[in-house]
């Protein structure tokens, strides 16, 4: 892996106080997203890292910010940090906290990416009123509004370019992983939403399975099976999500595919997790295998090497005279 800070240097961010201020993004990312931080660590390009840092930084504090208090309180935060953000961005104000610095700098490397801030804004008033689904329906809205706008501040750093006629499919390829994620995020995270009585399941399954949120948050032994039925059903989805993004990777450069496909295997760890634990996610969450992720990392960092050393061809196929990857 790239030390840090050539990493800021090979982005051309030279300034000391703003390399401490993307440091600080970093370190914010590593202790949330670890999987997520380590793949984009050692598969992206190292230009990209600060960039990727930044962006998903601003998603995580924009997450906590509206994810607590009631509506009113998590609307009027909103609305705050909308404003503190469009100064900085919008009118090139002073920044005064380091995510906003980063992202205020990162968007003027990335100018691309300012459309997809806007769009994440615009959707988190979506998260800022959640109180939970009661359809299907409502589920679909909340990825199209708020879930695949956050992926998106990261995506549009390596999204094809404009013109090419993958753009439709790399939005839609976005979609289908957001969607899986999702899901398998709400499962994982069932025990600790019930507890604040909101759950990311829509009502409407729940009744399908003769279950109440009362039964969740109690902890009710007597639940147990159809929970996990209602587990089954829900990982058969996101299975179904999953598998329509595997193109996704052919859509981007080169170098950009082995971190979407590490991505995309990091969350089939995730969803054969979840659907492990089964009804055992009423009391515990569930992660991807630490040994099967770091396989997954470290097949996809010798892919990734041998692609800039030109080892391999950009189709996947060994060069002639190349030596195969080893394991």
Not at 73 to 96: I, K, P, V
Not at 230 to 251: I, K, S
Request: net charge positive; glycine share 8%; charged share 25%.
């Amino acid at each position: 892996m790239i030390r840090w800070s050539a990493a800021l240097a090979k982005a051309g961010i030279t300034d000391p106080r703003l390399r401490r201020t993307y440091d600080a993004q970093r370190r914010l990312v590593r202790r949330f997203a670890l999987h997520e931080y380590v793949a984009a660590r050692l598969l992206l390009p190292a230009h990209l890292h600060p960039a990727v840092a930044a962006a998903v930084a601003y998603m995580h504090v924009t997450d906590e910010l509206i994810d607590t208090g009631d509506v009113s309180s998590r609307q009027a935060a909103l609305a705050s940090w909308d404003a503190e953000t469009m100064a900085a961005l919008e009118r090139g104000g002073a920044a005064e906290r380091g995510t906003l610095q980063a992202l205020q700098d990162t968007v003027r490397r990335h100018p691309q990416m300012a459309a997809r801030v806007r769009a994440f804004l615009d959707g988190a008033q979506v998260e800022a009123t959640w109180t939970g689904f009661a359809t299907e329906a409502d589920f679909q809205r909340y990825v199209d509004h708020y879930s695949l706008p956050a992926l998106m501040l990261t995506a549009s750093l390596i999204a094809p370019a404009p013109g090419g006629g993958a753009e439709e499919p790399f939005i839609r390829g976005c979609r289908a992983l957001i969607e899986g994620w999702q899901r398998c995020d709400f499962l994982a995270d069932l025990a600790d939403d019930a507890g604040k009585g909101r759950i990311g399941i829509p009502q409407e399954e729940l009744v399908r399975h003769e279950l109440k949120l009362e039964d969740l948050q109690s902890k009710a032994v007597t639940c147990v099976p159809a929970l996990g039925r209602l587990v089954r059903a829900q990982t058969e989805l996101a299975e179904a999500a999953l598998a329509e993004c595997q193109r996704l990777p052919t859509l981007v450069a080169p170098e950009h595919r082995p971190f979407l496909d590490a991505l995309i295997a990091v969350q089939e760890l995730r969803l054969d997790a979840v659907r492990r634990a089964g009804a055992g996610l009423l009391r515990r969450g569930a992660g991807p295998a630490r040994l099967a992720s770091l396989r997954v990392l470290t097949r996809q960092h010798r892919r990734a090497r041998q692609l800039r050393r030109g080892l391999i061809r950009f189709d996947g196929h060994q060069r002639s005279g190349a030596s195969a990857p080893e394991g």
